[in-house]
């Protein structure tokens, strides 16, 4: 397994994923709206969200963002690269929580693990190009377009434009 330590925010505690955060993001990622810009469509059932959240085969890891009661507001994670020293990350905050600034101060504490403890050299970030949320989300935090691509992928909304964020360490730590 891979270790997946705790994070601290002002507001969040991000911790390993459990059984039960599929009952918790289930609401969020069972509607089809708030699943828009993940490659597949919203799930049908928490077994099947949970099936996908804890696939054995799959090489990331993830963070469940909890406030101070204990409810789940997000899921972070984050995947391997191309090679060693790079990884993509990705997010998505529960709906009853959009709004409050929990993607931005928790993906800050994540970027900041990564590049401190991790001692990565870079992180990206694939976003669907309409996504405008997420867009400037990844630009506040220091994130650069690397790539556009046009008709780049096909998921359960159509033919799909994406566009690729890249953020290097030395970037991040020049921001103080």
């Given at each position: 397994m891979i270790d997946v330590p705790t994070l601290k925010?002002?507001?969040?505690?991000?911790?390993?994923?459990?059984?039960?955060?599929?009952?918790?993001?289930?609401?969020?990622?069972?509607?089809?709206?708030?699943?828009?810009?993940?490659?597949?469509?919203?799930?049908?059932?928490?077994?099947?969200?949970?099936?996908?959240?804890?696939?054995?085969?799959?090489?990331?890891?993830?963070?469940?963002?909890?406030?101070?009661?204990?409810?789940?507001?997000?899921?972070?994670?984050?995947?391997?690269?191309?090679?060693?020293?790079?990884?993509?990350?990705?997010?998505?905050?529960?709906?009853?929580?959009?709004?409050?600034?929990?993607?931005?101060?928790?993906?800050?504490?994540?970027?900041?693990?990564?590049?401190?403890?991790?001692?990565?050299?870079?992180?990206?970030?694939?976003?669907?190009?309409?996504?405008?949320?997420?867009?400037?989300?990844?630009?506040?935090?220091?994130?650069?377009?690397?790539?556009?691509?046009?008709?780049?992928?096909?998921?359960?909304?159509?033919?799909?434009?994406?566009?690729?964020?890249?953020?290097?360490?030395?970037?991040?730590?020049?921001?103080?």
């Amino acid at each position: 397994m891979i270790d997946v330590p705790t994070l601290k925010t002002d507001r969040f505690t991000l911790r390993p994923l459990r059984r039960e955060d599929a009952a918790a993001l289930f609401p969020t990622l069972g509607e089809e709206t708030q699943c828009r810009y993940l490659t597949r469509p919203a799930f049908e059932s928490e077994e099947e969200l949970w099936g996908w959240l804890a696939e054995p085969d799959w090489n990331g890891r993830t963070w469940i963002a909890e406030d101070g009661e204990g409810e789940v507001a997000a899921r972070f994670v984050s995947v391997p690269g191309h090679e060693d020293g790079v990884e993509e990350i990705g997010y998505i905050t529960c709906a009853h929580r959009q709004g409050e600034g929990v993607a931005r101060e928790c993906t800050q504490a994540l970027v900041a693990h990564l590049f401190t403890a991790d001692g990565l050299r870079k992180l990206t970030a694939e976003v669907d190009a309409d996504n405008t949320a997420s867009i400037r989300l990844l630009e506040r935090l220091g994130f650069t377009r690397e790539a556009f691509f046009r008709e780049h992928e096909t998921t359960h909304i159509g033919l799909r434009d994406v566009m690729m964020y890249g953020l290097l360490a030395s970037e991040w730590a020049a921001r103080g």
